[in-house]
């Protein structure tokens, strides 16, 4: 599994290497921080970030809330706005772009790291990719593991299997990932790529071998076909 990997928007270094460090402290994987609007831009275009914790007031004439709105026009990932001005002419401006969450200097260690999950949870259900505590955001699925959230590349999963009630997440490299939640409801926040081939499994079509007349194989993996669901799975295959 990877670290959930975050960009800080802050001018003042001092503040943004501190929030850095806390969030290493925390397990998240952070970004070289970036003090203008400019450069959180190239960043964000270099690196692509799952979620960025914005500054309001940042130096020069583009704001935060002016880079929250190029986020959601252009990259549309989670972020969180951060600011030592709470007022209400503040708070009016940071609404109009739909913040995920807002922290306010100076704020602890606790409510950084609640702000940061928070925040994923919300984006996947204003998306409708939230099944319990999972969440698919864009290319990627996050499960909670040991209380926070880590993130599995779509691309890297072989395929899911039901074991009562959890679902064991089979990866590339030979790693497994176990979490609390129904196969059925599941698979319908997946991208096309998943295909339910059983009432047990779900299986990641992008890395098919071979399909038989009761089960397929992914590498050395046979998984078995319903027959509720061969001729979706035929059909699959048909268009690949």
Request: hydrophobic share 40%.
């Amino acid at each position: 599994m990877n670290k959930v990997k975050i960009l800080v928007v802050e001018d003042e270094i001092i503040i943004a290497d501190h929030i850095c460090d806390t969030l290493e402290e925390l397990g998240y994987k952070t970004l070289e921080p970036a003090i203008s609007y400019t450069e959180a831009n190239e960043t964000i275009e270099a690196e692509m970030p799952d979620i960025a914790i914005l500054d309001i007031q940042l130096a020069g004439k583009k704001t935060g809330i002016d880079l929250a709105k190029r986020i959601k026009e252009k990259y549309d990932f989670p972020f969180i706005f951060l600011t030592s001005n709470a007022d209400a002419a503040t708070v009016k401006l940071a609404k109009e772009v739909m913040p995920l969450a807002y922290l306010v200097k100076p704020f602890t260690k606790d409510e950084l790291f609640a702000s940061i999950e928070i925040a994923l949870s919300n984006y996947s259900k204003r998306k409708g990719t939230a099944v319990d505590e999972n969440l698919v955001i864009k290319d990627s699925l996050f499960i909670k593991d040991k209380g926070m959230y880590k993130k599995i590349y779509l691309k890297d999963i072989l395929y899911f299997k039901s074991a009562h009630v959890y679902i064991e997440i089979y990866l590339k490299g030979q790693e497994r990932v176990v979490t609390r939640t129904s196969l059925k409801d599941f698979s319908q926040i997946l991208n096309p790529n998943f295909l339910r081939t059983h009432r047990s499994y779900v299986v990641n079509t992008l890395h098919l071998d071979q399909v038989h007349s009761t089960f397929l194989t992914i590498g050395k993996e046979h998984i078995p076909i319903g027959k509720k669901y061969k001729e979706a799975i035929i059909d699959k295959v048909r268009i690949h």
